[in-house]
């Protein structure tokens, strides 16, 4: 019944409405990017990218947010806004400019640090230096996560609707902010999805990215203030799973985490003979699971500790049966590759 008066509130027109405005937005920024070259052209080191693909889909995404607010009036605070927009313009400097990662890193870090004292932060702790910290830190991890999970077209943009579609349930009282989000991205993704035509780049991940953060660090009025954070950080598991898999894996190689390499678990599968379409599939069906924390502490007003860590556990299995699988693939995939040679 929740569910049913979230929608007939009015926020279905609004939704249906960010949808078209997100089409719009990145309709005109996939033709801006053109006009100034601000193209993702072939690379020798990427054999299915053989075409150039217009940049500036990060841009469309925060115009489609920007303007569906405004339209609908979805009351999204203007702090929330101003970082959104400030992330969003960090990435696309680095879009263009190929910023160094030190410096990159840098910059994220200041950022984040204002996020978490202007915008959101959680309560980690209860000494305030301490969770100012923590929450920036916590901003930093999903700006990378994100960025390292775009890899395949329609991917991160998926995902994160996903994420965000469930965030409309945990904040029923922002049900209208979290319902403009979703459709200005899925506007994106009638572009992104395979095969592309426009990509988010870092200007559209560090953007969700943070608005993940936003999400996760803010108190959601039916689930448990005590456990919120963890509950809402599972909604976002797919690129927490990425970074966290990434970093062991390129640790073992000896290889720099942030780096580009062949070990994406989208690229690892596609390597395996699944489509664009199947691996985003996937991750979709990961990110609908990775909900199933959250719903249980809806449904269940008194979650004890216990069964909050029970039921991150058995989503923490899921992802591990899932890497269990990765490495399984790719190690039938080396052998032949030796038989073939």
Not at 165 to 176: E, G, K, R, W, Y
Not at 177 to 188: A, E, H, K, N, Q
Request: net charge neutral.
């Amino acid at each position: 019944m929740e569910l049913y008066n979230i929608f007939i509130s009015g926020n279905l027109i609004s939704f249906i409405g960010s949808i078209f405005i997100g089409i719009l937005t990145t309709w005109a920024a996939r033709t801006f990017a053109w006009k100034i070259d601000f193209l993702d052209k072939p690379k020798a080191n990427v054999p299915q990218h053989t075409m150039s693909i217009a940049y500036l889909g990060g841009l469309g995404i925060f115009f489609g947010l920007l303007i569906s607010n405004l339209v609908f009036m979805a009351q999204v605070s203007i702090m929330f806004l101003l970082f959104a927009g400030v992330f969003m313009i960090l990435g696309l400097v680095d879009d263009k400019a190929q910023l160094r990662p030190m410096h990159k890193f840098l910059i994220q870090v200041l950022v984040a640090l204002g996020a978490a004292k202007f915008c959101a932060s959680y309560d980690f702790l209860g000494i305030e230096i301490v969770d100012l910290l923590l929450s920036a830190f916590w901003y930093l991890v999903l700006l990378n996560a994100f960025n390292l999970t775009d890899v395949c077209d329609g991917l991160l943009g998926g995902i994160s609707t996903v994420a965000f579609l469930f965030a409309v349930i945990a904040f029923p009282d922002s049900a209208a902010m979290w319902l403009v989000v979703s459709g200005s991205i899925i506007g994106f993704l009638f572009f992104n999805s395979p095969p592309a035509s426009i990509f988010m780049g870092d200007a559209g991940s560090h953007l969700l990215g943070f608005i993940a953060g936003y999400m996760t660090m803010s108190d959601s009025p039916v689930i448990n203030s005590d456990y919120s954070f963890y509950i809402l950080a599972c909604l976002c598991a797919v690129p927490i799973s990425e970074i966290t898999f990434l970093v062991i894996v390129r640790y073992k190689k000896g290889l720099a985490w942030w780096l580009s390499s062949r070990d994406h678990f989208a690229l690892r599968l596609q390597r395996h003979g699944f489509s664009k379409w199947k691996t985003d599939f996937i991750a979709y069906a990961l990110s609908i699971i990775s909900a199933i924390p959250m719903l249980i502490s809806i449904f269940n007003s008194d979650l004890s500790l216990t069964n909050m860590i029970l039921s991150i556990a058995i989503l923490t299995v899921v992802f591990l049966i899932f890497w269990w699988y990765l490495f399984r693939i790719e190690k039938l995939d080396d052998l032949g590759d030796s038989k073939n040679s």
